[in-house]
Each structure stands twice: as structure tokens, then as C-alpha cells.
């Protein structure tokens, strides 16, 4: 009993802590807690634990050769930190939130969901159901994880406390890349060109299954949503490699963004539809295009090749202990043939929480997460 009232009294103390401003320690905690949903981008650990020879893993050099303190891969998709790292860096945290399957093996996930949150990302992950299906976990199942996650919680510190807690949270979710792929790819196969109807039907799939995510994450407690677009995928050097001059997939970007501007549409819905909610929408495609176009301005040197694989742009093979590997790796865009790098993914979170404004909407994630 002593051990539940203590616990019921740290995690107020966090929640006000978090809306006052309060300095525990050096960082500033902008939200008790951030709670990650997502694809390969945002993955800290949880495909290591599934099982299944095609299941994607980042568990092997060079994987983590720049992740500070360690420098061993740990499943994230990146030559150091990610993504969540910096966008949970940027709310105060020292990293994203620890993998939920990390969690559980080291016994380990209360009070970890209470003090700071969960990571419930799986790399090759989609919007739907059917992509990839079998070796990752969809978009979902990562909800239902949070479900019987918040179950646990509450036996813990009772549901109040709970619901105070997660609608003062941070909901960070990046997916749908892993879905447009694998549309193009079955399209090509078809030896096909996607018709305008294929495409609208696409997206009413992809709609009403982040919107029924997003709904019942509300549903969990979740007020506050960090959703980051999908990025300009036919950019990426696998992609790229498969054209003959090395150009971007025009018609793969142009799937994209008419799913992002879809998204924009669908969450201003969801706001008037769910009391309470709020929303930023960070724009991976437009930031990540820019850098493309100017990549010199970014302060990169490569913006087509991965800096970790082999053959022609490090596209035609895998990031393996065997694969080349650049000398200069903060210089590349593409860590490997898909993933962004630590300080691509580094300038991403930063533009997302400070601005500039054009990259997020309709507030910055500093907004939302004071808000």
C-alpha cells in the first residue's frame, strides 16, 4: 500500500511539475510523459523482441556507431539517436521513452509508463493492418499495447491519477511511409499505373484507420498529438537507385503529399469532433525537401546516397558490419538506404518544437506541449 500512495504522489508531482514549469533535475519537462506510436523512424527497440527471419531489426553494426554512450546498435534505424530521441530531448527528456518490449523484459514497464513513458514504434509498420503484415506491429496494435499498458497503470496509481496523466502527455506518432511503399510496389508488380480511384481508395483506408488510432487514443486519455507526415519517399536512395539517372520518384512524392494535405484535413475534423483535443502536424516532407534542394544550407554534403551500404548511392545493399561506411557521417542526409541520420533527424525535432513555423501546424510542438 505504502509503495501505490508513494507512486500516486510522484506522478502528481510530475503532472504539476510539467504544466508549472518546475526544474527537477537539469532538464526542464515540458510533459510528465511522451508516448510514442510509429514506424522504423521512431523505433527504439521493440522489433528486436519479434520474432521471425524478415522481421526488420537494426541489432547489428553500424547500426548505433554514434549513439552517445554506448555506440552499439540498439535497434534504432539511425548511426546514433532518432527521431523520438530528439523530439523527447527537445520536452525535456534525456531520450525517448524506453521500447515497450524492453520494458517488459526487464520488468520494468510500471513505473516507466508513469514516470516517463513508452515507446510502442515497430520498424516496417503501417497505418494498415496489411502492410508488411506479420513481421512488425501495426499501428493497432501499438494503441491496444497503450490499453493494456494504462490497465496496468491504473492498478498501480488508481485511474484518476492515469487520466490526469495522459491528458497532460505527449502523443508522438510518425507513420504511413511503409504503407506508401508497399502500395507503389504492388502497383509495379501489376506492372501497373495506379488509377485515381486505386489512389482514393488508398487513402480512405489510410484515413479511417489513423482516424479510429487517433480516436481512441482520445478515448485512452491522450489530448495532445504530435503527428508527423509522411517525408518525400521517393527521395530515399532506394528508391532512387532504381532509375537510371538517380531522380526521385516524382509519382511516389506526389502519393505522399496528397496523403499529408488528406491528414491535415482529417485532424481539423477530429478537433471538432473530440472536446479537448490538440494537434501539430510537423512536416517531414517540406523540411526534408528543402534539404534536398539546398543541401549545402543544411550544412550536408550528400543528399542522394546512404553513408552506410554498397553499390551505386549505398542503395544496393544492406547496412551490415561488412558495408562501406562515410567518414563524415553528420554530412549525410541518408544514414542508410531508407533512414535519415542522427543530425538529420537532430534538425528535424528542433524545427518541429522552435519553428521555423512553416514547418508545423497549427501550432509548433513547444505549443502543444504547453498548451
Keep these: 500500500m505504502g509503495y501505490e500512495v508513494a507512486m500516486k504522489a510522484l506522478v502528481f508531482s510530475l503532472v504539476l511539475g510539467a504544466v508549472a514549469g518546475i526544474r527537477p533535475s537539469k532538464l526542464v519537462r515540458q510533459v510528465p510523459a511522451v508516448y510514442v506510436f510509429g514506424d522504423s523512424t521512431l523505433d527504439v527497440g521493440n522489433n528486436n523482441y519479434l520474432p521471425g527471419k524478415d522481421v526488420p531489426r537494426a541489432d547489428k553494426p ?17 548511426n546514433g539517436y532518432n527521431t523520438a530521441d530528439f523530439v523527447a530531448k527537445t520536452l525535456g527528456f534525456d531520450k525517448s521513452p524506453l521500447a515497450y518490449f524492453v520494458l517488459k523484459a526487464q520488468k520494468k514497464l510500471i513505473p516507466s509508463a508513469i514516470t516517463r513513458g513508452v515507446s510502442y514504434a515497430s520498424a516496417g509498420s503501417g497505418i494498415l493492418d496489411s502492410t508488411n503484415a506479420g513481421n512488425n506491429m501495426p499501428l493497432s496494435q501499438q494503441v491496444r499495447l497503450l490499453e493494456s499498458t494504462k490497465a496496468e497503470m491504473e492498478a498501480k496509481v488508481g485511474p484518476r491519477a492515469v487520466s490526469e496523466l495522459l491528458g497532460r502527455s505527449f502523443f508522438l506518432v510518425g507513420t504511413g511511409s511503409n504503407d506508401l511503399f508497399g502500395f507503389a510496389t504492388a502497383q509495379a508488380k501489376q506492372n501497373r499505373t495506379a488509377t485515381q480511384s486505386d489512389v482514393a481508395a488508398f487513402y480512405g ?49 506526389q502519393l505522399a503529399g496528397g496523403f499529408n494535405a488528406a491528414l491535415k484535413t482529417l485532424l481539423a475534423q477530429k478537433k471538432q469532433q473530440l472536446p479537448g483535443l490538440a494537434y501539430s502536424v510537423a512536416d517531414s516532407f517540406g523540411l526534408t525537401q528543402g534539404a534536398l534542394a539546398n543541401p549545402m544550407a543544411f550544412g550536408f554534403v550528400s543528399s542522394d546516397s546512404a553513408c552506410c551500404g554498397s553499390g551505386r548511392l549505398g542503395a544496393q545493399g544492406e547496412c551490415t558490419p561488412t ?16 533512414h535519415p541520420g542522427q543530425r538529420p533527424a537532430m534538425i528535424g525535432a528542433k524545427a518541429y518544437y522552435d519553428g521555423p513555423a512553416q514547418y508545423t501546424s497549427p501550432v509548433t510542438f513547444k505549443q502543444l506541449a504547453r498548451a
Excluded at 547500426?63 to 534505424?77: A, C, H, N
Excluded at 519517399?233 to 531522380?247: D, F, Y
Design 205 to 253: 483506408s489510410l484515413l479511417s484507420n489513423y482516424s479510429a488510432a487517433i480516436t481512441e487514443l482520445y478515448k485512452l486519455g491522450a489530448r495532445k498529438f504530435g503527428l508527423i507526415n509522411v517525408g518525400p519517399v521517393g527521395c530515399v536512395p532506394r528508391v532512387r537507385v532504381l532509375n537510371a539517372t538517380g531522380a526521385c520518384a516524382d509519382g511516389l512524392n
Design 323 to 338: 558495408a562501406a561506411l562515410c567518414p563524415n557521417r553528420d554530412a549525410y542526409i541518408f544514414w542508410d538506404s531508407v
Design 62 to 78: 553500424y547500426y548505433g556507431i554514434d549513439l552517445p554512450g554506448s555506440g552499439k546498435p540498439t535497434g534504432r534505424f539511425s
